[in-house]
């Protein structure tokens, strides 16, 4: 049965209306073509069994359902998520694989009533876009038992994500950039690039012992040229330009078409399209008792 959270963020109705069904279209590339990301990470993570751990922005639910294997039958896991038809798909997954240690519930993370008694949480680029990481971070720090740790994934800057910024450049000689009325589905994938913006937020949340990896690899961005360019016109930074650019982009799309494809095509190869990307594996945990 589907358990719905209240929530204050502005940003859940743009996620459910706007960015979900562009995730379905794109789930391939979201959901095995970026794992990177969280494979390396989560295969190096020993938990003991009987933890109990929640997945923030836990999307389908593949991460979440990794951390119910880890931690055992006698372990549990919280995944939370504001879009329920991502959650649709990772309780499917969950009863197809005979998990019952694992929970997806539909909730705004800045204001879900935890009880204070989990041991470990993770999120997976899910960080980036509360409108009050701050609040947030907080609110997580209150369901951790003390000495409780959090480790989370988030991309590190534009510069460091060809992946994203070629398109973004690419675009962008065609179109203007948005303007400070775009809509958003927060404060960005890149809000938290900085580690000691970073470091600041954990500690003003009540964190410690916070440490930042850079984590740098290979992405599948498309199963071919054609996959890919579709993909960068509905999300990501030159998602966001042409969605905001309205008629003006829907005049020039061939051309932009165009020079995308012309811009994507040097990383098509017989694994889809590949480019590079880099982001942060951040970890913190609770003062001990």
Same mark, same amino acid.
Not at 5 to 10: F, G, Y
Not at 40 to 58: E, F, K, N, Q, S
Not at 121 to 126: A, I, V
Not at 175 to 183: E, S, T, V
């Given at each position: 049965?589907?358990?719905v959270?209240?929530?204050?963020?502005?940003?859940?109705?743009?996620?459910?209306?706007?960015?979900?069904?562009?995730?379905?279209?794109?789930?391939?590339?979201?959901?095995?073509g970026?794992?990177?990301h969280s494979?390396?990470?989560?295969a190096?993570?020993?938990?003991?069994?009987?933890?109990?751990?929640?997945? &923030?922005?836990?999307?389908?639910?593949?991460?979440?359902?990794?951390?119910?294997?880890?931690?055992?039958?006698?372990?549990? &896991?919280?995944?939370?998520? %504001?879009?329920?038809?991502?959650?649709?798909?990772?309780?499917?997954? @969950?009863?197809?694989?005979?998990?019952?240690?694992v #929970?997806?519930?539909a @909730?705004?993370?800045?204001?879900?009533?935890?009880?204070?008694?989990?041991?470990? %949480?993770?999120?997976?680029?899910?960080?980036?876009?509360?409108? =009050?990481?701050?609040?947030?971070?907080?609110?997580?720090?209150?369901?951790?038992?003390?000495?409780?740790?959090?480790?989370?994934?988030?991309?590190?800057?534009?510069?460091? =994500?060809?992946?994203?910024?070629?398109?973004?450049?690419?675009?962008?000689?065609?179109?203007?950039?948005?303007?400070?009325? @775009?809509?958003?589905?927060?404060?960005?994938?890149?809000?938290?690039?900085n580690?000691?913006?970073?470091?600041?937020q954990?500690?003003? *949340?009540?964190?410690?012992?916070?440490?930042?990896?850079?984590?740098?690899?290979?992405?599948?961005?498309?199963?071919d040229?054609? #996959?890919?360019?579709?993909? #960068?016109? *509905?999300?990501?930074? @030159?998602?966001?330009? &042409?969605?905001?650019?309205?008629?003006q982009?829907?005049?020039?799309?061939?051309e932009?078409?165009?020079?995308?494809?012309?811009?994507?095509?040097?990383?098509?190869?017989?694994?889809?399209?590949?480019?590079?990307?880099?982001?942060? &594996?951040?970890?913190?945990?609770?003062?001990? *008792?």
């Amino acid at each position: 049965m589907s358990e719905v959270a209240s929530t204050n963020d502005v940003f859940t109705a743009f996620w459910n209306d706007v960015l979900a069904p562009k995730f379905e279209r794109f789930r391939n590339i979201l959901l095995d073509g970026l794992s990177f990301h969280s494979k390396g990470p989560l295969a190096r993570l020993a938990l003991p069994a009987g933890t109990r751990a929640i997945d &923030v922005g836990c999307g389908w639910g593949d991460t979440a359902i990794e951390l119910a294997r880890k931690v055992g039958p006698g372990g549990e &896991v919280l995944g939370l998520d %504001c879009c329920e038809a991502f959650l649709r798909a990772g309780r499917a997954a @969950a009863q197809a694989e005979g998990l019952r240690n694992v #929970q997806f519930v539909a @909730a705004d993370v800045q204001a879900y009533p935890f009880a204070p008694r989990y041991d470990f %949480c993770f999120s997976r680029f899910g960080m980036m876009f509360f409108a =009050n990481p701050v609040a947030a971070m907080r609110n997580i720090r209150t369901a951790l038992v003390p000495g409780g740790e959090l480790m989370f994934v988030v991309w590190r800057s534009l510069a460091d =994500n060809p992946w994203m910024a070629v398109p973004k450049e690419t675009v962008l000689r065609y179109l203007p950039p948005p303007g400070d009325d @775009a809509q958003t589905c927060g404060p960005g994938p890149f809000s938290m690039a900085n580690p000691d913006v970073v470091r600041g937020q954990l500690r003003a *949340a009540g964190f410690e012992a916070v440490d930042l990896v850079r984590n740098d690899g290979p992405v599948m961005v498309g199963r071919d040229v054609e #996959q890919a360019m579709q993909f #960068q016109l *509905a999300l990501g930074p @030159a998602g966001e330009i &042409v969605r905001e650019a309205g008629a003006q982009a829907q005049s020039r799309k061939e051309e932009i078409e165009a020079a995308l494809r012309g811009a994507i095509a040097p990383y098509a190869g017989p694994d889809g399209v590949v480019m590079q990307s880099s982001s942060w &594996v951040i970890t913190a945990r609770t003062p001990r *008792a």
